[in-house]
């Protein structure tokens, strides 16, 4: 059987970079034309042939997308982002679409290294599920010849359209909720600034505080996490609220769990909503109320722009914001 000719071969026989190579063979800019005409003839000798070219018997072509997940989002279980790839696995195959997945570790985004994928050419979009540091977006956004879309963040500046869960309404409505369930004292669980939708989250819950005529406390505005993500080391204030409204599921069972170790009792003493509509079993013994996102309407809409933008190079509009549903479950007590 013949060999598969690779780009690393190519780079290995010119004694170039593989990334020089990719970016020679995809026409970008950073090589000279007497280099990129040299890798060119050597790629058509060696045989190179690039990947992602088969088509499905009724000529649709077969794209292969990319995926990646920055290593924080991915603990010692299933994690949220975990099923938004899940649903976009199961979703893609009715776009043609073939899904090659990478875990973005650490030190890959500090050191701005290609996902292994695109340095072999091996698809024709990206799909980055979960914020990673705008130095790594910027980079991908420079390097890389082919479409990007972003899931659940956004960034301002960049080219990448984006497909977002409502934040901003969606916390609106979980505070809304607690309102009206007599709630007056509310605090907001969340790093500000370590994620944007963290923060559009805490604007969300100062919406419906200021429209309710009710106090925005500073010291009801509780960090939950580092700015590098790890979620821990939540500190409950001196006066205590009645209702707690917490960025995710995540931080919400983390809050339980606290507070019962306090002797809190929750719904009796203290009441507390999520988001998101996702948590492993077992991390607290009580189901959360929560603003459910529609993770596969998000994914839906972000396979369709990446096929979009790989096949015709145009989208609609450059976000998409999906909404979701108030799920209401046990962790809410009505105030009398």
């Not at 924080?72 to 899940?86: D, F, I, M, N």
């Not at 994928?117 to 977006?137: D, H, K, P, T, W």
Request: hydrophobic fraction near 40%; aromatic fraction near 8%; glycine fraction near 8%.
């Amino acid at each position: 059987m013949k060999k598969t000719v690779r780009l690393s071969d190519i780079a290995e026989k010119l004694q170039v970079s593989t990334v020089t190579v990719s970016n020679a063979l995809a026409g970008q800019k950073g090589v000279s034309e007497e280099l990129r005409t040299r890798i060119k003839q050597v790629a058509a000798e060696m045989g190179y042939q690039a990947r992602g070219n088969a088509s499905l018997s009724g000529g649709k072509k077969i794209l292969n997308v990319g995926v990646i997940i920055g290593e924080k989002y991915l603990g010692a279980y299933p994690s949220y982002y975990w099923k938004v790839y899940q649903e976009l696995s199961l979703i893609a195959g009715l776009h043609s679409c073939v899904i090659l997945f990478e875990v973005l570790r650490h030190e890959r985004e500090t050191a701005q290294e290609l996902p292994l994928f695109a340095v072999e050419q091996q698809i024709q979009g990206l799909i980055v599920i979960g914020e990673i540091s705008r130095e790594y977006m910027e980079f991908l956004d420079r390097q890389t010849e082919f479409p990007i879309v972003m899931v659940d963040f956004m960034m301002q500046g960049l080219s990448c359209p984006s497909v977002m869960a409502d934040n901003y309404y969606g916390m609106y409505k979980m505070v809304n909720y607690l309102i009206e369930q007599g709630h007056k004292e509310i605090a907001y669980v969340g790093t500000l600034l370590a994620s944007n939708s963290i923060t559009d989250r805490y604007f969300g819950y100062r919406k419906a505080l200021l429209e309710n005529g009710l106090e925005v406390n500073p010291d009801w505005v509780i960090q939950d996490r580092t700015m590098e993500g790890q979620i821990g080391n939540i500190r409950l204030p001196e006066r205590m609220p009645t209702a707690f409204a917490c960025n995710c599921d995540l931080t919400a069972s983390e809050l339980v769990n606290l507070l019962e170790s306090r002797g809190y009792r929750i719904p009796e003493d203290i009441s507390i909503v999520g988001f998101d509509n996702y948590l492993y079993e077992g991390l607290c013994d009580i189901s959360i109320t929560s603003y459910e996102v529609d993770i596969k309407e998000m994914v839906r809409c972000a396979i369709k722009i990446v096929v979009s933008l790989a096949e015709h190079g145009s989208v609609p509009a450059d976000m998409r914001l999906v909404s979701g549903t108030v799920v209401v479950k046990e962790s809410v007590r009505r105030m009398e």
